[in-house]
T-cell receptor, first 114, second 112 residues
Framework: DGGITQSPKYLFRKEGQNVTLSCEQNLNHDAMYWYRQDPGQGLRLIYYSQIVNDFQKGDIAEGYSVSREKKESFPLTVTSAQKNPTAFYLC?????????????FGPGTRLTVL | QKEVEQDPGPLSVPEGAIVSLNCTYSNSAFQYFMWYRQYSRKGPELLMYTYSSGNKEDGRFTAQVDKSSKYISLFIRDSQPSDSATYLCAMSPHSSASKIIFGSGTRLSIRP
């Protein structure tokens, strides 16, 4: 059964802690993305990766880091430098980074900073 | 001013009604236009994708793009309770998924 999985579904973090969100896909897609969704705002791109071992900053990369060591995995680390990390985080993938390719989204991780 | 404006709703209509969802935008360079459906606490799923101006139909859904007015619409015919979700418009200036700008979403509720 192909798709994108994100874990955990809910995550709680104390201020000052780093936390890593998992994203795995078995669709054999080259491109992967991380978005942040806040109430009343559209999805905003944090980081994206067009191919293994390569990634670029999106519009709101400050306070986040990523790695792409394997094609199927694109973990996102929310660092203590991120001033307002409480949000719904969505991972997506597409065949490649062309705009005419459908992005498939995972179920999301809701991060709450206590 | 946001690049993409979308009325957040909520919009509540009776089952069977025709629903009209809209977005306006300011960047005349946008060429690719999309509509996503997002159920509560889930990831968005792509509903419709259009390039440049015109209409596109898929079952009960019709997407319309008017580039001269910088206005896009999604129509849902014979609406069903299962259509209750948040609908996000999205658009891109060129063929790169990294440049997609999303609207904030309209929450739609279909009353049985």
């Amino acid at each position: 059964d192909g798709g994108i999985t994100q874990s955990p579904k809910y995550l709680f973090r104390k201020e000052g802690q780093n936390v890593t969100l998992s994203c795995e896909q078995n669709l054999n897609h080259d491109a992967m993305y991380w978005y942040r969704q806040d109430p009343g705002q559209g999805l905003r791109l944090i980081y994206y990766s067009q191919i293994v071992n390569d990634f670029q900053k999106g519009d709101i990369a400050e306070g986040y880091s990523v790695s792409r060591e394997k094609k199927e995995s694109f973990p996102l680390t929310v660092t203590s430098a991120q001033k307002n990390p409480t949000a719904f985080y969505l991972c997506a993938s597409s065949v490649d980074s062309g705009g005419d390719n459908e992005q498939f989204f995972g179920p999301g991780t809701r991060l709450t900073v206590l | 001013q946001k690049e993409v404006e979308q009325d957040p709703g909520p919009l509540s209509v009776p089952e069977g009604a025709i629903v009209s969802l809209n977005c306006t935008y300011s960047n005349s360079a946008f060429q690719y236009f999309m509509w996503y459906r997002q159920y509560s606490r889930k990831g968005p799923e792509l509903l419709m994708y259009t390039y440049s101006s015109g209409n596109k139909e898929d079952g009960r859904f019709t997407a319309q793009v008017d580039k001269s007015s910088k206005y896009i619409s999604l129509f849902i015919r014979d609406s069903q309770p299962s259509d209750s979700a948040t609908y996000l418009c999205a658009m891109s200036p060129h063929s790169s998924a990294s440049k997609i700008i999303f609207g904030s979403g309209t929450r739609l509720s279909i009353r049985p």
